[in-house]
């Protein structure tokens, strides 16, 4: 055509197909560089460009296939307490995406919270590593009757994405006596 460009109108899909797609409009006076958003990580993103101009928009190229680089897990959902007793409690989350790269650790972080008014430096936190690509964890030692929030991070070989959001609070139990030892067995020396 003889008309001058006025744009590219760019078009990005997970879906081979491009059934499904996003599409933006670029002025040609802008760099024509443009983010495709909303891509997964370690996966396979499809994209295609046409040009416009006053009279309207030109064919699509064809479709180009880009593998998106791996990245760190994505963030866990909010962990929860699923049991919890005297110096412990049991943690449990989902699993997150693993952004092209195997989950090889979890990092919990615990906190005690503000609830039973001590002050910020005597109020017990602490940081778990979990190793394996598991969905639950024992934290110990935790302090007796006192409440706590944790968050979870997952950690593949690009690093450690981003944290969960906080728990909701959990009570550790109460301290407990210890049980009666059994009887000792007496082991002679000869």
Not at 127 to 136: A, K, N
Not at 143 to 165: H, M
Not at 170 to 182: D, H, W
């Amino acid at each position: 055509s003889n008309e001058p460009l006025t744009e590219y109108v760019v078009r990005w899909s997970v879906d081979e197909t491009m059934k499904i797609f996003k599409e933006v409009t670029v002025p040609v006076a802008e760099p024509r560089i443009n983010v495709c958003t909303e891509l997964t990580p370690g996966k396979l993103g499809y994209a295609m460009v046409a040009a416009g101009n006053r009279c309207g928009c030109g064919p699509f190229s064809p479709l180009v296939t880009v593998q998106m680089k791996n990245s760190v897990p994505t963030a866990p959902a909010r962990p929860r307490a699923i049991d919890v007793g005297p110096t412990h409690a049991k943690l449990s989350w989902m699993i997150p995406y693993d952004s092209g790269e195997p989950i090889t650790h979890f990092w919990i972080n615990f906190a005690e919270t503000e609830t039973d008014g001590r002050p910020e430096s005597e109020r017990h936190n602490g940081e778990v590593l979990v190793t394996g690509r598991r969905h639950h964890c024992i934290v110990i030692p935790l302090l007796s009757e006192r409440e706590y929030v944790a968050q979870i991070a997952a950690e593949n070989a690009c690093g450690i994405g981003t944290y969960s959001p906080w728990s909701k609070p959990f009570r550790i139990g109460r301290a407990e006596l210890p049980l009666t030892p059994s009887v000792p067995t007496f082991i002679s020396s000869d």
